[in-house]
Structures are given as structure tokens and as C-alpha cells.
């Protein structure tokens, strides 16, 4: 028995595995050998660490473990997941037939009279009835590789999802990182300005004695309290940020505002361990959000693959089984089986230049995504350097205003002494104070960008890449 012609060049197509579009190959990216402020390249990278082993301070990790739990952001973006992950489902249903079931019912009557002019015989005007009942399955042949294609864009945004997902992650685990360091250097900064405006009150308090003693002019008195009052405005401002900046933690958290519980300010605090910062080849594979941009562009290439596809035929067969009969009884004991078995074709002729559009807009798509590729890892090359120049420069910079600290402090001290010896004006004492009191300010702030400069790097690089979804969310290995 031979085979029907169509079914030869169906299975012909099939065996032949013809799939439109190109296949995805990723863009070239021009990497440098080393980031800037990286003398020395090394495979060792601040990305292999935790989290909570990058910033081991027990109240930021208790923080950061409750934003992974309870942050709205983030479970926007697992439940994206979970879409993507359905979408994908729906696209791989069409490797396999479709299977369905069908029943009807039809009633007749005679609706001419007999005719002696006519040859039809004559109607007896009685009803009838017919009843189907039967299985239906269809089933397309993937000839141009439309449902291949289609397949790998659903897993390819399936892919992008969940490293949305763990960007989002890290984002937010910076994000706390950097709320909470900032708010430790505005409790810093409020405990300077409380001793500012306690050692400006008891120089008003000196002043307004000895003016009112008639030592001491009034323009002493005047200028001390002006002091004074700039001090005690510098605080009520420090307290307004402190709150709004526990505000922001809050949302983080998925609280409601309220203030932060944390240990008392320092001086001190420890500065996360200082690692390079790896090879910027490796970037590409550590950054989530680069493995999303990619994805996205894997699937924009399939796409390509799916526009043209439509231009082709869609070949398959369609079966039916099942019973007709003019009594319903007859549908599951009588013997008037149906059986078809049949194929299919389908495929334009002329769409108004739909096809041709289509397939251009999806190339168009593919060359966005390429480009914002190429530049999303110019960015995080960028990214990084910055970082790191960052927390070398603020190294500097923090000793350079450590011995300006120390050395105001000094004279602060030599003025007090000479004062109380009758050897100076209480105006050194006043003046040295003026001067301690922003430099140490200046120093809090420091201390705090060269926080955030770790943060931004270890975000920057991917970090926390070797985690898997469980270890990140509990916050141990």
C-alpha cells in the first residue's frame, strides 16, 4: 500500500528537522583585561562571598533576612516566575495533539407536499432525530520548527524570570545594606551634633555670666548664642532623617514606619572585607541582571525564527471516532461508527505585507535586545571601576581627615587649657570647637561612602552568585 504523497513530505519535513531563524549566538563584548583600580587582576572575587558573609553585622544580616521574607517587590518578581514558568508550559503543549470530545443533536421535519408535477417523494411531515457522539484529535508537524522555536523563547523568558528574580534579590539585600549603614552615620552624626550643641550651651552659659558680671561684651554672648542655635537646628534636622531613613528601611521590609531597632552608634564599625574584585570576563556570567538581558535576547532570536516560520504551511492530520444514530440508545450499543482520518494544510497566499512586517519587527526587537546587551555590560564594567576607585579613594581620604580630627581635637584641648590658665580669650576655645565639630562630621560621612562603595561593588560584580535560591533567602550555607 503506498503512502498518500502529503504524508511523504510531511515525515519528509519532519526527518529533515527544518527550523527557521538563526540559531542564538552570543554578541561579542569587548572586556578588559582588568577593571580600573584593580592593579593586579585575580580570579578571587568579593562576589564569592555571601551576603551576610560580605557584611557580617548580626543586626544587618537579622534585616536582611526578614526584607527576603517579606518584601513585596520581591514577591512581584517570584510570582513573575511562576507566569513565566506557566507561559512556558502552554508553548510545549504544542509539541503533543490536541485531543478533544464532540456530541450534537439534530431534529428534522418535512417541510414540502407531494407534487404531481415534482419527482421528489412525497414528505410524511414526521420529525427525526440524529445524534453524534465521538473523539476528536489533531496534531501539527512542526515542519519549519515554528513550535521550536516557540519553545525556546518561552524557556529563554522562563530563564530571564528567574534571574530577574535573583537580581531582585540582590538588589534588595543592597538596598538594606545601604539604608542601614547610612542610618548608623546619621546616629554618628547626631552624637556629634549633641556634644556640638552641649559644649556651644555651656560656652552661652560662660558668656551670658560673664556679661551679665561685666566682664564680657555682648557680642561674645551673641555669637555663642548663634552657635547654639545652629547646633540645636543641626540636630532637629539629624532626627528628622534618621526617622525618614528608618521609614525607608520599613517599606523595605514590608513594615509599617516605625523606628529600627539597632545598637547605639560607633565610632568604628567594620568595613566589609576588602577582595578583589575578579576578572571582568567572569562578570557576564555572575551579574543577574546581564543573564536577563541575554535571555531576553535568546528569545527575541527565537522569535525571529516563529515570524518567519508563519509564512509557511502548517501541515498535521485530524482523526475523528465515534457513533451517528437517529436514537440516542444507538450512541453507545448501536454499530454506526464514524472513523476520518485525514490531513491538513494551511498557509497564506497574500496578507497585505502582515508576514513581511511581522518578521521585521521581530528582527528589529532582536537588534534592541542586542544593543541593550552590549551596553548593559559596558555599564557594569563601568559599575565596577567606579566602585573601586571609590573605596580607594575614600581610604585616602578617611586618614587624611582621621589626622584632621586628631589635630583639631588637640588644639581644642590647648585652646581650653590656655583659657582656664589666663593665657588666651575663651574665642580660641569657641573657634576650635567651630572647626572640630564639621571635620568630624565630614569623617562620619567618609566613613559611611566607603560602606556604600562596598555595597555598590558587591553588587556591582554579582554578588552572592554561587548561592543557590534556598541559602540567599535563609541567610546560611
Not at 527544518?18 to 587582576?41: D, I, L
Not at 541575554?294 to 475523528?320: C, D, H, M, N, W
Not at 454499530?335 to 521585521?360: D, H, M, N, W
Request: aromatic fraction near 8%; charged fraction near 20%.
Amino acid at each position: 500500500m503506498r503512502a498518500p504523497a502529503w504524508l511523504c513530505v510531511a515525515m519528509g519535513g519532519i526527518l529533515a528537522g527544518c527550523t527557521m531563524g538563526p540559531n542564538y549566538r552570543r554578541p561579542p563584548v569587548a572586556a578588559p583585561p582588568a577593571f580600573r583600580g584593580q592593579p593586579v587582576p585575580s580570579a578571587e572575587s568579593l562576589a564569592d562571598l555571601s551576603w551576610w558573609e560580605a557584611f557580617p553585622d548580626p543586626v544587618l544580616i537579622s534585616l536582611i533576612k526578614e526584607a527576603l521574607a517579606a518584601n513585596n517587590d520581591l514577591k512581584t518578581a517570584i510570582a513573575r516566575v511562576d507566569e513565566s514558568r506557566s507561559l512556558a508550559e502552554i508553548a510545549r503543549s504544542e509539541y503533543y495533539p490536541r485531543a478533544g470530545y464532540e456530541a450534537g443533536m439534530q431534529r428534522d421535519r418535512g417541510i414540502y407536499k407531494s407534487n404531481p408535477d415534482l419527482t421528489l417523494p412525497p414528505a410524511d411531515n414526521k420529525s427525526q432525530n440524529l445524534f453524534l457522539g465521538g473523539l476528536s484529535a489533531a496534531w501539527e508537524f512542526d515542519i519549519w520548527g515554528r513550535i521550536r522555536r516557540s519553545n525556546q523563547a518561552a524557556l529563554a523568558e522562563l530563564l530571564a524570570s528567574e534571574a530577574g528574580r535573583r537580581g531582585v534579590m540582590l538588589s534588595l539585600a543592597s538596598a538594606v545594606s545601604q539604608a542601614y549603614f547610612e542610618l548608623q552615620e546619621l546616629d554618628r552624626r547626631l552624637a556629634i551634633a549633641r556634644s556640638s550643641a552641649s559644649a556651644f550651651q555651656s560656652t552661652y552659659a560662660l558668656f551670658n555670666r560673664r556679661f551679665h558680671a561685666g566682664i564680657t561684651s555682648r557680642l561674645a554672648v551673641a555669637r555663642a548664642e548663634s552657635a547654639l542655635a545652629d547646633a540645636n537646628a543641626n540636630v532637629a534636622d539629624i532626627e528628622r532623617q534618621i526617622s525618614e531613613k528608618e521609614h525607608e528601611i520599613c517599606v523595605l521590609l514590608a513594615r509599617s514606619p516605625g523606628p529600627i531597632q539597632r545598637e547605639p552608634a560607633r565610632d568604628s564599625v567594620q568595613i566589609p572585607p576588602a577582595i578583589p574584585a575578579g576578572l571582568p570576563s567572569s562578570l557576564l556570567e555572575r551579574r543577574p541582571d546581564l543573564i536577563q538581558t541575554e535571555q531576553f535576547l535568546a528569545s527575541a532570536s527565537a522569535r525571529i525564527g516563529v515570524a518567519k516560520a508563519y509564512a509557511f504551511p502548517r501541515i498535521g492530520l485530524t482523526t475523528l471516532l465515534g457513533r451517528v444514530s437517529p436514537a440516542l440508545d444507538a450512541i453507545t450499543s448501536g454499530s454506526s461508527q464514524i472513523a476520518v482520518l485525514a490531513g491538513f494544510g494551511a498557509g497564506p497566499l497574500y496578507t497585505g505585507g502582515q508576514l513581511k512586517g511581522e518578521y521585521q519587527a521581530a528582527v528589529a526587537v532582536f537588534e534592541q535586545a542586542k544593543a541593550q546587551y552590549v551596553q548593559g555590560a559596558l555599564r557594569a564594567f563601568q559599575e565596577v571601576s567606579d566602585a573601586l576607585v571609590a573605596e580607594q579613594k575614600l581610604t585616602e581620604r578617611e586618614e587624611q581627615q582621621r589626622r584632621q580630627v586628631t589635630a583639631l581635637s588637640d588644639a581644642t584641648t590647648i585652646a581650653d587649657k590656655r583659657y582656664r590658665g589666663g593665657l588666651a580669650s575663651y574665642y580660641e576655645v569657641l573657634e576650635a570647637q567651630q572647626l572640630l565639630f564639621p571635620a568630624q562630621i565630614s569623617l562620619s560621612l567618609t566613613r559611611r561612602d566607603r560602606h556604600l562603595a562596598m555595597v555598590r561593588l558587591y553588587k556591582a560584580l554579582g554578588g552572592g552568585w554561587k548561592l543557590n535560591d534556598t541559602q540567599w533567602l535563609q541567610g546560611h550555607n
